[in-house]
């Protein structure tokens, strides 16, 4: 009988040793492990303790030693450009192992931290894969940051090198990133011994530009061009593959650590139950390295399948028409894509009545995957009727790494409800609770928690901080991981994903933390005290919007103060902030202890109903406060 999602579930949680020992038979192990689940230091749990594996073996090496050497394992399509490069699993593994050769050339060992700022470009994913194989630990940080947050993560991250390119492609600009790179060395405590670039044409900096100081700057088509290649080195399934840097609710960002093991037995089961993708289907997930989902299905999910992947340089919109997703699709034979409801609705605004979708042929596309915020009913009406295939919503976090709620297309493909990702995966045991923990009964909305232990390709932990790990996620709620997310069930076991219940906002499916902006306009001279809300925004989903109370006597126009905190928000966290709001108001609301009433704010710029917490200091700065935000 073919296995059906209830039992599937069922069975995950009943017994997950037996569960997710049995799925890690679809990897390639130098030791297999003989337990599934380590809870000796619970709450921090770790999965397969005694494997021994390569992951980028099991991404590369093993789909050529089973004869799909000349298969295409990835496609590079740059809309930037015009441009686009095939490589066969047999190309990519030559140059993997040729950039681990260079990273071993640079005395680069097993546990060694790597730091990758790259723009959207193979040599990103070949320089993933290449730590991977050393046993080192890649930490990418997403191109859209400016110095100091690269900065921030080389000190927590303490890289041996740091890998990177001349620059990226956005349609208004290039972005060079050799003087960003510069400065975050240079402004970073940790001395970072290497810096490896990838040499773009077209760019205004080269590493002639920097060399000579206390980093070492390298060109890398010199030293990949006298490099041996190196054999990969097993790691214990519990050794850190990667680090990815995400914004919590403070300036400091998190950073989460994924293992080697438990993640290649998760992408693996996820791409096969999940996204029905296996060996020779075509999977492009239109994302960023940078980001979690392009960790999982740009790079890891399609080459543990033995799948191929689609790396896009480019826009849904202006690469150069709405029509440009619809052309990949076409050009190459995409069986699943993978995007961000934002990206959708930039489309829609483009190309309202779908028209170019017309133009292209499609046949090829049997789901549409989204994720990133919540995939709303009006959006996915429009592209349902569109594309006339299934459009999954799916809900997951950096945190976690995969989907933890989702419609198993290839388990058993449920009927959808539009505003819903469906339900819990496999593995994660999805609870709704009240603020106290108690369990809320179906349709009453409370905080989404996941009983412990969290399914394999979870985080580890956060990068040398244990303590930050358990306070962060795991003591709110006793038992559980805290997923910050607020929802319900309905009667028929579907989750609704409603919103974040802390200062975590998302900006055209960009993670970003209002308290790092705050931190950042709060340092205006002008500035006594602000706060940054995320307001509703039609295309990007949330919008940062900062409300300052001004110094007295700081004789600045709100104009002129305006433009000085946009161009500082730019300057300090990136472009990618998208922070362009500012108003000036008499004073913050806030409650007696002086919390600053955030929820109550952005209810009242989003027009919605609001409830003043009886706790308010002083209820008459809410009725000026609305006269401000809704003049
Ligand atoms: N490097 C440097 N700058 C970057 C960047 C990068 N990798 N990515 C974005 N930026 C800059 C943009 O150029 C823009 O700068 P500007 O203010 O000078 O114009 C700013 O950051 C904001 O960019 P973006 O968020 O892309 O907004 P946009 O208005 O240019 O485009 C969308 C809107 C919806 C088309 C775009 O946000 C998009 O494609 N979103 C999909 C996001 C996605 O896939 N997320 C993955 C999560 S699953
Ligand atoms: P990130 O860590 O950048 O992937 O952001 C994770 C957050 O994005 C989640 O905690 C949610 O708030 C939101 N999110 C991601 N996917 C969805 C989804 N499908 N539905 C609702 N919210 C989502």
Redesign the pocket.
């Known amino acids: 009988m073919e296995a059906s999602y209830r039992t599937t579930y069922e069975a995950s949680l009943a017994d997950p040793e037996k569960f997710w020992l049995e799925a890690a038979g679809a990897i390639e192990w130098t030791g297999f492990p003989r337990h599934a689940l380590d809870g000796a230091r619970a709450p921090i749990y770790r999965w397969f303790p005694d494997g021994e594996l390569n992951t980028s073996v099991n991404a590369l090496d093993r789909h050529v030693a089973a004869g799909r050497g000349d298969q295409t394992a990835l496609v590079y399509d740059s809309a930037m450009l015009g441009t686009q490069r095939r490589y066969s699993y047999r190309e990519l593994l030559a140059e993997v192992e040729r950039f681990a050769g260079v990273l071993r050339g640079l005395g680069v060992r097993a546990g060694d931290r790597v730091i990758i700022y790259m ?1 959207m470009i193979p040599e990103a994913a070949m320089a993933m894969l290449a730590a991977a194989r050393l046993g080192a630990v890649h930490s990418v940080v ?3 940051f400016a110095a100091r947050e690269l900065a921030a993560r080389i000190d927590d991250a303490t890289p041996a090198v740091v890998v990177t390119a001349s620059g ?1 492609l ?1 349609p ?1 600009r290039r ?1 060079e990133y050799l003087p960003a790179v510069d400065e975050a060395i240079r402004t970073a405590g940790h001395k970072v011994p290497n810096v490896v670039v990838k040499a773009r044409d077209g760019f205004g900096h080269g590493v002639e530009d920097f060399d000579g100081g206390a980093t070492a700057w390298h060109d890398w088509d010199r030293l990949a061009a006298s490099a041996q290649p190196v054999a990969a080195v097993p790691v214990k399934a519990t050794d850190p593959l990667y680090i990815l840097y995400t914004s919590g609710t403070t300036g400091a960002p998190k950073g989460v650590v994924r293992d080697n093991g438990s993640h290649a037995v998760a992408l693996a089961w996820s791409m096969k139950n999940i996204y029905n993708v296996g060996p020779g289907d075509v999977m492009w997930t ?3 390295v940078g ?1 979690v ?1 392009g960790h999982s299905y740009i790079v890891y999910g399609p080459l543990l399948a033995g799948a191929t992947t689609v790396l896009y340089e480019g ?3 202006g690469t150069p028409d709405a029509g440009a997703f619809w052309r990949v699709v076409q050009d190459h034979k995409v069986n699943v894509l993978f ?2 409801p ?2 959708l609705r ?1 489309i829609r605004k483009a190309d309202p009545d779908a028209g170019l979708l017309d133009g292209y042929d499609r046949s090829s596309l049997r789901t549409l995957f989204a ?2 915020e919540r995939l709303d009913p009006e959006t996915y009406d429009w592209i349902a009727a569109a594309l006339a295939v299934p459009v999954i919503d799916h809900w997951w976090q950096t945190e976690t790494g995969w989907a933890i709620a989702a419609n198993p297309m290839g388990l058993e493909p449920l009927p959808v409800k539009a505003g819903s990702p469906t339900v819990p995966v496999p593995g994660y045991r999805v609870e709704i609770v009240d603020g106290a923990g108690r369990p809320v009964p179906a349709g009453t909305e409370g905080n989404i928690v996941i009983r412990l232990p969290l399914p394999p390709g979870t985080l580890a932990t956060l990068w040398g901080n244990d303590r930050r790990f358990v306070e962060s996620y795991l003591q709110t709620f006793e038992g559980c991981y805290a997923t910050g997310d607020s929802g319900y069930f309905d009667g028929d076991g579907y989750l609704f994903v409603m919103g974040r219940t802390d200062d975590v906002i998302n ?4 993670r970003l933390s209002t308290g790092a902006m705050e931190q950042v306009v709060a340092k205006h001279p002008a500035v006594a005290e602000c706060a940054v809300v995320g307001v509703a925004d039609r ?2 989903g949330q919008r940062p919007s900062g409300y300052v109370v001004l110094k007295a006597g700081a004789g600045i126009s709100p104009d002129v103060l305006q433009q000085e905190l946009v161009a500082l928000v730019r300057e300090q966290i990136g ?2 902030a ?1 922070f362009k709001e500012v108003r000036v108001v008499a004073a913050l609301p806030k409650t007696r202890s002086g919390k600053v009433l955030r929820k109550t704010m952005r209810q009242i710029a989003d027009g919605e109903e609001y409830v003043v917490p009886s706790t308010i200091e002083d209820a008459s700065v809410i009725d000026e406060l609305v006269r401000t935000m809704r003049s």
């Not at 900006?507 to 960009?510: C, E, F, N, T, Y």
Request: glycine share 16%; hydrophobic share 40%.
């Open positions: 723009p997403f191109g859209g990226g956005e208004s972005v239109a994302s960023d980001w989902v826009k849904p919109v995007t961000a934002t990206a930039a994720a990133g900006v055209s499916g960009h295309l990007k472009p990618v998208d």
